[in-house]
Every structure is written in structure tokens, then in C-alpha cells.
């Protein structure tokens, strides 16, 4: 049982921050206690990632219709996560600090097929579904450079903002969020804030941490839009 209980801790803490609760009774170390933190924090944002944009799947099947998602928006979602998946991977940084990534992506990949294939094009959403699947195995497999990867991690700043830009843009535009899910935007809001503190808890890595500064900015511009259209009639329904 001891030895069971020791590798369940071994989960969520290092050796040394083990001995530091469980052998000298120290529980107020604070550095084990942010670590820990981080690290069940980072657990549970991977287990969240999982269903994070079910919602939003089930909302376009639903409603047979990809209105009011930009295609444009989602590529540059696609982009900003791959490489932040495959920076992290090839620096074989904790995977409670970039599992979500792996869930996101494929997802997010599932809603630009989808977008496409009820756009009226089969063809395009089987090709972009093999495109990213091709993308990220090339990122991943140790033939890109690290610091090539470290460039491309640097562009998710602007990337990730103009992604999410793109989104807000076209919620103007139309009047409305459309098919944009609230509980989806909320929960990568909510993720991406979270990762701020789990980043620098675990990685360090100043470039990750403030990609994920810029994400928490752009998603919660996306949740302050949906607040705002709650009620608001789209104006194409309106016309």
C-alpha cells in the first residue's frame, strides 16, 4: 500500500518534494506546493482538453452548418497549437505542460473539416484533415531543427492573436457569434490562463509563457463578444 500511495504522489511530485511532505512532514514547503499545484493544474487541463470543443462539434452537426466559424481563423488556430505541440514535444517538456495541445488539435482539426465539408466540399475537408495529420508528424518526428521549432513557436504570438482576431472580425461583421460556443470559449479561456502559471511552473520557457498571455488576451476579447451578441439578432437573419 505504501509503496502504491508513493507512486500515485510520484504523479503530481518530484523525489525530493515527497520527502519533503511525506518523510520530514514539511507540507507548507512552498516551492513543492506551487510545483504541485502546477502539476495537478496541468493534469486537469489536459483531462479537460479532451471535451473542451466538443461543444462546439456537436453545435455545427447539429445544426448542419459551419456559419459563422472562419476558416481562416481556425487554419491559424491549427498552426499556433502544432507548433506549440511539436516545441514542446521535441524539447520533451512534461507532458501535463502541453497535453491539451495534442486534444485541441485534433479537434480543432475535426471543425475545419467540418466547416469545409458543410461548406459543400467533401474533398477539401478530407484534404485538410490529411494536411494537418502530414504537418504535424513532420514537426514531431526530429527532422525540423529545434531552433527552427523555437522560431515557429515565437510566430504562435501573432499568430494565435490574429487567429482569434480573424473570429472576432467576423463576429462584427455579422452581427452575431453564430456557431461560436460559449462553453468552448470559456474553457480555453479559462485554460489558457491557467497555463500561464503552469508554464512557468514547469517549462520556464519565456516564449511559451507569453504565448499563452497573448491566448488568454485573444479568448477573452471572443468570450466578451459572445456576452455581448447573447441576445442579438444576426444580421443576415435580420435582412
Known amino acids: ?59 455545427i452537426v447539429r445544426a448542419g452548418s459551419g456559419e459563422g466559424i472562419s476558416i481562416t481563423g481556425t487554419i491559424l488556430e491549427l498552426l499556433a497549437i502544432s507548433f506549440n505541440v511539436a516545441y514542446s514535444f521535441v524539447n520533451r517538456y512534461p507532458f501535463s505542460s502541453y497535453g491539451d495541445g495534442i486534444f485541441l488539435l485534433l479537434q480543432t482539426t475535426l471543425i475545419g473539416a467540418l466547416v469545409q465539408l458543410y461548406g459543400g466540399s467533401k474533398v477539401k475537408s478530407i484534404t485538410f484533415f490529411l494536411t494537418v495529420a502530414v504537418a504535424i508528424t513532420i514537426l514531431c518526428s526530429g ?29 462584427y461583421t455579422n452581427g452575431s457569434t453564430g ?47 459572445i456576452i455581448y451578441y447573447w441576445n442579438v439578432t444576426p444580421k443576415t437573419k435580420k435582412e
Open 143 to 171: 527532422l525540423v531543427p529545434l531552433k527552427l521549432l523555437w522560431v515557429l513557436q515565437a510566430t504562435n504570438i501573432p499568430t494565435v492573436f490574429a487567429g482569434k482576431m480573424v473570429q472576432a472580425v467576423a463576429n
Open 1 to 59: 500500500m505504501a509503496v502504491l500511495f508513493r507512486q500515485l504522489c510520484l504523479l503530481f511530485l518530484t523525489p525530493a518534494c515527497y520527502e519533503e511532505f511525506f518523510v520530514e512532514f514539511n507540507f507548507f514547503h512552498v516551492e513543492c506546493l506551487k510545483a504541485a499545484i502546477s502539476k495537478a493544474l496541468g493534469l486537469a487541463i489536459v483531462a479537460g482538453s479532451v471535451l473542451v470543443k466538443v461543444p462546439q462539434i456537436l453545435k
Open 179 to 225: 456557431q461560436l460556443s460559449a462553453i468552448t470559449v470559456t474553457m480555453l479561456f479559462l485554460g489558457s490562463m491557467a497555463r500561464i502559471f503552469t508554464s512557468i511552473q514547469e517549462t520556464g520557457d519565456q516564449i511559451i509563457i507569453l504565448t499563452y498571455s497573448v491566448a488568454s488576451l485573444a479568448n477573452g476579447i471572443l468570450l466578451a463578444q
